[in-house]
Every structure is written in C-alpha cells, then in structure tokens.
C-alpha cells in the first residue's frame, strides 16, 4: 500500500494523560500536514513540514501540542496533558507543491 | 483569508436524481479548489480538483464541477445520485503553504 498511513487508528484516554499519534507519509512526498476536526465540522489546519523543518503552525496548536517530523520521514503530533476538548479525529496529509494532498485513515482521539 | 461556504449540512437525494453541492468561496488570488468525499471512521479522498485550464473539471465516481469566477463558486454535481453516494462532501480552496481551508461540509443521504 502506497497511501498514507496512520497509527492507532483510534486512542481513548483519561484527561491528563499524554498520546502520541504516528503518521507515514507517501514516500515522495516532501510536505507533510496534520488537521484536526471535529464533528460536524471540516477539517481544521495544524501544522506543515516540509522535509524535516516545521515551517508552520496555527494558533490551534497549545503549548501541549508538539508535532516532528525527524529526517523528513514520517511525523509524530504529541499532546500532553490532554483535555476533554482534544477529542477529534487527526488526520494526516502529504503532498507536494501546488497540491492540497493525499490524506490518511485519521486517528480518533476519545478523552474521558 | 481564504474561506469557504458550503451551505445546508444535510442534503437529501432520492436514488437516481441529480446531486447538487453548492461550494462558494473567498480568495485573494487566484484559487485552487478541491472536492473530498468522506466516509465513516475514514479520511478524506480526493474527488477532483481545479488549479487551472478547463473550467468543467470531472473527477472520480462521475462527479463534476465548474469553477465560475464571476460566482466566485466550485459547485459539485452528479447526474445521477446511487446509494454508494451517502457520505460527507467537503469543499476546499488551497492558500499559503499548500495547506487547505474546508468548508463545514454537506452531508449527503441518498434516499431509495
């Protein structure tokens, strides 16, 4: 499978606890983006990579988000002490210029 | 900013009629549009896109739809509307940095 890919593909919780999701990018692909949405609503820019170097982030990513992207391969989002309110899924894409991108399964995060 | 309006979150279409998704949008410069269709418990697939050339852009599973800039709108159709049509449809415009704003979405329910 050459898509992107996304793991665990759903996480719970209990607030306070820290989680990690993992995403793998299509393989030529030198940008890589994290969204997150929330229901009823579409998708929600967070953050971008291209190759190794986090070029943006949105005021949506808290000092508890922390995103990598370690030698331009795939990519981590971390969030720490984690809140009711973080419950969403958190999809992946990757692309390259000119293009919106190619985007993952997602990873439904439920906080208790 | 970038923005873009899909309106009525719940469209209803009976099995065979045509499908209409309306998508407006706001953009500083000339806009790259996307339609994505999303299933349950999935991430989003790429139904077609616009960035430049022919106005009529037809895209996957016999969707369509025309960029009018004088409208400033991208609205998706399809002839025809089958059961495996029930999702949700999101517009989407590019803007810095290749990262995409989406609309809320419609959700669509095909009636038999």
């Known amino acids: 499978d050459t898509g992107v890919s996304q793991d665990p593909r759903h996480k719970i919780t209990k607030r306070g606890q820290n989680v990690t999701f993992r995403c793998d990018p299509i393989?030529?692909?030198?940008?890589l983006y994290w969204y997150r949405q929330t229901l009823g609503q579409g998708p929600e820019f967070l953050t971008y990579?291209?190759?190794?170097?986090?070029?943006?982030k949105s005021r949506l990513l808290s000092d508890r988000f922390s995103a990598e992207r370690p030698k331009g391969s795939f990519s981590t989002l971390e969030i720490q002490r984690t809140e009711q309110g973080d419950s969403a899924m958190y999809l992946c894409?990757?692309?390259?210029?000119?293009?919106?991108?190619?985007f993952g399964p997602g990873t439904r995060l439920t906080v208790l | 900013a970038q923005s873009v309006t899909q309106l009525g979150s719940h469209v209803s279409v009976s099995e065979g009629a045509l499908v209409l998704l309306r998508c407006n949008y706001s953009?500083?410069?000339?806009?790259?549009l996307f339609w994505y269709v999303q299933y349950p418990n999935q991430g989003l697939q790429l139904l077609l896109k616009?960035?430049?050339?022919?106005?009529l852009v037809k895209g996957i599973n016999g969707f369509e739809a025309e960029f009018k800039k004088s409208e400033t709108s991208f609205h998706l159709t399809k002839p025809s509307a089958h059961m495996s049509d029930a999702a949700e449809y999101f517009c989407?415009?590019?803007?810095?940095?290749?990262?995409?704003?989406f609309g809320k979405g419609n959700q669509v329910v095909v009636i038999p």
């Open positions: 990579f291209q190759n190794e170097a986090q070029l943006e």
């Open positions: 894409a990757s692309g390259t210029a000119g293009y919106g991108g190619f």
């Open positions: 989407a415009v590019i803007y810095g940095n290749n990262r995409l704003a």
């Open positions: 393989s030529e692909h030198n940008r």
């Open positions: 953009s500083s410069v000339p806009p790259y």
């Open positions: 616009y960035t430049t050339g022919a106005t």
